[in-house]
């Protein structure tokens, strides 16, 4: 499976995921524009796009993808927060799969400030499974059999400390510490590749971030 980072950060993010057959964009926080940029401006075999939450940076084009022709995946909380109405939205409900494409799809529930889902995304034509997770304090759930890691890590706790908005922080989103601790509870035998993302410009540290996950995991980890 290939990952390509369109952007991400409070700025923005996307990413397309491709494995040969069908493409899926995951999450659409950044102008069309650059979505289609990241695309080549081909929409043609994008299956979908699955959108985690309703703030901005995660959902900004939603509506713009839609009149583009791709069909958009959410939560229904994040279809009425972003007032989204389209034949082309689909409205999912946690842990019942959904056949996207080349793709099995199951939502999950996480800790965020509004309803937010991860995706457990299954290809039918690799074989491969990948996990998605953004915008998350942490997960209830351990996930046999994955191939490659897309998770949130945004903070370190050592530099929110004495923050202002340190608990809000802790609430929403996902410290250095606490992804550490999900990845060594699932089996990373035959994960290939871990992608970092939505890193705080001002709480995160790329370098040490990614040096602590690949000592920690023995897995090859970029960052978004």
Do not use: Q
């Amino acid at each position: 499976m290939i990952i390509n980072v369109i952007g991400s950060g409070s700025s923005g993010n996307a990413y397309r995921i491709y494995d040969g057959k069908t493409a899926l964009l995951l999450e659409c926080g950044l102008p069309i524009k650059k979505i289609k940029e990241g695309c080549n401006f081909n929409f043609s075999n994008i299956a979908g796009c699955l959108c985690s939450h309703s703030h901005r940076d995660h959902s900004k084009s939603a509506e713009f993808l839609m009149l583009a022709g791709v069909e958009v995946y959410c939560s229904p909380e994040t279809a009425s927060e972003c007032d989204l109405m389209s034949h082309r939205l689909h409205l999912l409900k946690p842990l019942v799969g959904v056949k996207i494409g080349s793709y099995e799809v199951f939502p999950f529930p996480v800790h965020h400030d509004v309803t937010c889902y991860g995706y457990l995304i299954y290809s039918y034509t690799t074989g491969e499974k990948l996990l998605f997770i953004t915008d998350s304090a942490y997960t209830d759930y351990k996930f046999p059999g994955l191939n490659y890691v897309m998770l949130e890590v945004n903070y370190a706790e050592e530099l929110i400390a004495g923050e202002p908005d340190a608990a809000r922080i802790r609430r929403s989103h996902m410290s250095i510490e606490n992804c550490v601790k999900m990845l060594k509870s699932n089996d990373l035998t035959a994960v290939k590749e871990i992608w970092l993302l939505h890193l705080s410009t001002r709480h995160g540290d790329s370098e040490e971030f990614r040096n602590t996950v690949r000592s920690e995991t023995g897995c090859v980890t970029y960052i978004a």
